[in-house]
């Protein structure tokens, strides 16, 4: 059974820092890109970033692009969002995703975690 | 970028009924184009992919169609427990990923 279990959502001040974590389990890991799509209070979906399955390439959304890494740890078959210089519009639900690639089908994410709430306030 | 438009953002509808929920990219993105389902509080989960394949484990009740820069989502008889939002992902230009704003379905 696919498991993804995000962890590290917190309170943290305007301009601070977190690391969010999402442990994956029930499938190969190392052979699947992964994504972290967020969900502010009362709001939509918005992807945020991407990372391919071996972690050589790296993508993110411009309203976060120098302020987050996405990266991976295989061995550990761990996701993560390193966030700098938070700001209140941060504030939101954070999801991982693994993404599926089917030849003639294109791309989309097919199992999703139960979230982590990160919260950006004084 | 590719933005996405969904309609209506909100309706109503009695259990039985047939339901449709329109999404239309700014561009054409041939048929790259899937469909979530989010109940409150929970993760989205996916129903369509690629416009029409439906995903396993989802009732035959959902389906997809379309391509270029109209997309459709139905449900072909509604249930009570398909209240939720529905959202529509492009990703034509992936991993650059770009979502609708979400139809909510309320259950009359």
């Known amino acids: 059974e696919v498991q993804l279990v995000e962890s590290g959502g917190d309170l943290v001040q305007p301009g601070g820092s977190l690391r969010l974590s999402c442990a994956a389990s029930g499938f190969p890991f190392s052979s699947n890109a992964m994504s972290w799509v967020r969900q502010a209070p009362g709001k939509g979906l918005e992807w945020v970033s991407s990372?391919?399955?071996?972690?050589?390439?790296?993508y993110h959304a411009d309203s976060v692009k120098g302020r987050f890494t996405i990266s991976r740890d295989n061995s550990k078959n761990t996701l993560f969002l390193q966030m700098h210089s938070l700001r209140a519009e941060d504030t939101a639900v954070y999801y991982c995703a693994k993404d599926v690639y089917r030849y003639s089908y294109g791309y989309f994410f097919d199992y999703w975690g139960q979230g982590t709430l990160l919260t950006v306030s004084s | 970028d590719i933005q996405m438009t969904q309609s209506p953002s909100s309706l109503s509808a009695s259990v039985g009924d047939r339901v449709t929920i329109t999404c239309r990219p700014s561009q054409s993105i041939s048929n790259s184009l899937n469909w979530y389902q989010q109940k409150p509080g929970k993760a989205p989960k996916l129903l369509i992919y690629a416009a029409s394949s439906l995903q396993s484990g989802v009732p035959s009740r959902f389906s997809g169609s379309g391509s270029g820069t109209y997309f459709t989502l139905t449900i072909s008889s509604l249930q009570p427990e398909d209240y939720a939002t529905y959202y529509c992902q492009q990703s034509y230009s992936t991993p650059m990923y770009t979502f609708g704003q979400g139809t909510k379905l309320e259950i009359k």
């Open positions: 990372i391919s399955a071996g972690g050589g390439s790296t």
